[in-house]
């Protein structure tokens, strides 16, 4: 019943801007912290940025910091990933994870399928 479905993903230049969006269903949304995380082939997960269930706050990872931009509109149950000033760097299937906690721990965890951005001349 759980559904996180992404879209956005494809190919674009260096220097170039690509919006992400993930769509959920099945789970309160508005409930759930979300966030993006990507990875290379070979490679581990690797965080990218997170915001909380009202969007009042924002964390990103180091790498993307000026660049990158997440947000979420709850009345659509979707969150979105602005992508500027890309890097062939930032190639990677990106993932788009729902989390709930409870007393600060995870009670539930839902990742999407994952979509394809390759930064490539």
């Known amino acids: 019943q759980v559904q996180l479905v992404e879209s956005g993903g494809g190919l674009v230049q260096p220097g170039g801007s690509l919006r992400l969006s993930c769509t959920a269903s099945?789970?309160?949304?508005?409930?759930?912290?979300m966030s993006w995380y990507r990875q290379a082939p070979g490679k581990e997960r690797e965080f990218v940025a997170a915001?909380?269930?009202?969007?009042?706050?924002?964390n990103y990872a180091d790498s993307v910091k000026g660049r990158f931009t997440i947000s979420r509109d709850n009345a659509k149950n979707t969150v979105y990933l602005q992508m500027n000033s890309l890097k062939p760097e930032d190639t990677d299937v990106y993932y788009c994870?729902?989390?709930?906690?409870?007393?600060?721990?995870?009670?539930?965890?839902?990742w999407g399928q994952g979509t394809q951005v390759t930064v490539s001349s």
């Open positions: 994870n729902a989390r709930y906690l409870r007393w600060y721990k995870i009670e539930y965890d839902y």
């Open positions: 099945g789970f309160t949304f508005s409930t759930y912290g």
């Open positions: 915001v909380t269930s009202t969007g009042y706050s924002t």
